[in-house]
């Protein structure tokens, strides 16, 4: 079966760091371009940043309000996607989602079930 | 940034209606255009990518059409498990950029 599954969310004080994870299994993730997107309670849909297949060069983009304080990485011998963040801010409460990048769809066609973050003092 | 703006914010329709949501970019993406429905607590499932192609398991009551500027997303015969909500998204360039979502509701 083909699967992301998050993990890593939690509450965090401003300016602190979180490392969040997704497993995947069921495809090729070596192969795959992968994406996080997040969600802000009641609000749209908003693309962290991507991560491209170490065979089209690994190399990453992120949205300007992360650029700077946000990682992505990816270990493909764990099948494993990263999100660090850092210097956390209160708009950075979301939902956070890791999706494949599909290259020929052009589209994000998996999803994973998603882990909450929370930047509260 | 492409902009992308979706019309209408929300909508009311009845079961076995034809219900059609718009989504314009702010400028020409060619076809790169994906629909997604979202239902409360969920994550967004794929309807439609590069304008007009039905992702796989989705019903054929989902139709997507549309180049340039201007898409459309249409249900045909809007069932139950369809009230949710919609939004479109481009994948012409980075940032990739999502329109604000239409809530489809119960008449």
């Known amino acids: 079966e083909v699967q992301l599954v998050e993990s890593g969310g939690g509450l965090v004080k401003p300016g602190g760091s979180l490392r969040l994870s997704c497993a995947a299994s069921g495809f090729t993730f070596s192969n795959a371009w992968m994406s996080w997107v997040r969600q802000a309670p009641g609000k749209g849909l908003e693309w962290v940043g991507r991560i491209k297949s170490k065979a089209d060069t690994g190399t990453t983009d992120y949205a300007a309000p992360v650029k700077g304080r946000f990682t992505i990485s990816r270990d493909d011998s764990k099948n494993t996607l990263y999100l660090q963040m850092n210097s956390l801010k209160t708009e950075d409460t979301a939902v956070y989602y890791c999706?494949?990048?599909?290259?020929?769809?052009?589209?994000?066609?998996?999803w994973g079930q998603g882990t909450m973050v929370t930047v509260s003092s | 940034d492409i902009q992308m703006t979706q019309s209408p914010s929300s909508l009311s329709a009845s079961v076995g209606d034809r219900v059609t949501i718009t989504c314009r970019a702010s400028?020409?993406?060619?076809?790169?255009l994906s629909w997604y429905q979202q239902k409360p607590g969920k994550a967004p499932k794929l309807l439609i990518y590069v304008a007009s192609n039905l992702q796989a398991g989705v019903p054929s009551r989902f139709s997507g059409s549309g180049s340039g500027t201007d898409f459309t997303l249409t249900i045909s015969g809007l069932q139950p498990e369809d009230f949710a909500t919609y939004c479109c998204?481009?994948?012409?360039?980075?940032?990739?950029?999502f329109g604000q979502g239409t809530k489809v509701e119960i008449k």
């Open positions: 998204q481009q994948s012409y360039t980075t940032p990739r950029t």
């Open positions: 400028q020409s993406i060619g076809s790169y």
């Open positions: 999706t494949t990048d599909s290259m020929d769809r052009r589209a994000f066609d998996i």
